[in-house]
């Protein structure tokens, strides 16, 4: 990864993406603009849904030139932190609500050589963060409930993010945003102190790997109105 800076970055999730054909994918958001490339693991225990594991991101890896960005819809996290290191991740995002030991889990994830996310669900507050700040290169505030793509943006979380950037002060921590993010929501997030906007649905619809210039038109807009409220 780069050097750290608060530029509005789009991770498209893959989520949205064409399951059978990955790699084109990913060079498809890529070369249409995307800043990382946002992966969605989820384990059908700790979220109801299912999804990839390390051999996916292992596959993925080569065709990814910008940052991959894991987050963990796991639990337990800490015996596969490793597993999802060895298979190329940059950015490492276990949830808060995940395991009782989330200060050792930053730590292992620091200790593999990535990046350490951190996650919070809608219902969860910021009260636990603090004393974590100094492990942290990111934090993840979920904007729906974690599980499956394509919901509705909830609207309570600009003020946790609001309250987080405060919290975070100069540390060079970066603030995502994983929900429902739209040209419409983007510009109330980046206001509130955001930087990272992952986005799913409204970066893939209308296009495709063999039509990919609205995958561009759909960054550039959520892009466009993020900066515009800063």
Known sequence: MTSFDRSIKIAPSILSA???DFGREIQAIEAQGADWVHVDVMDGHFVPNLTF?????QAIRPHIKTVMDVHLMISPVDTYIDAFADAGADVITAHLEAGPHIHRTLQAIRGAGCK???AINPGTGIDGIEYLLDQL???CVMTVNPGFGGQKFIHSQIDKVRALRALIGDRPIHIEIDGGITPE???LMAAAGADVLVAGSAVFKGGSVNNPAPYGENIRA??????AAR
Do not use: K, Q, S, V
Not at 53 to 57: A, D, E, F, N
Not at 222 to 227: H, K
């Open 18 to 20: 064409d399951f059978a």
């Open 53 to 57: 594991g390390p051999p996916l991101c």
């Open 116 to 118: 350490a996310g951190l």
């Open 137 to 139: 290169d990111l934090i």
């Open 185 to 187: 929501t983007a510009p």
């Open 222 to 227: 959520i892009r466009c109105a993020a900066e």
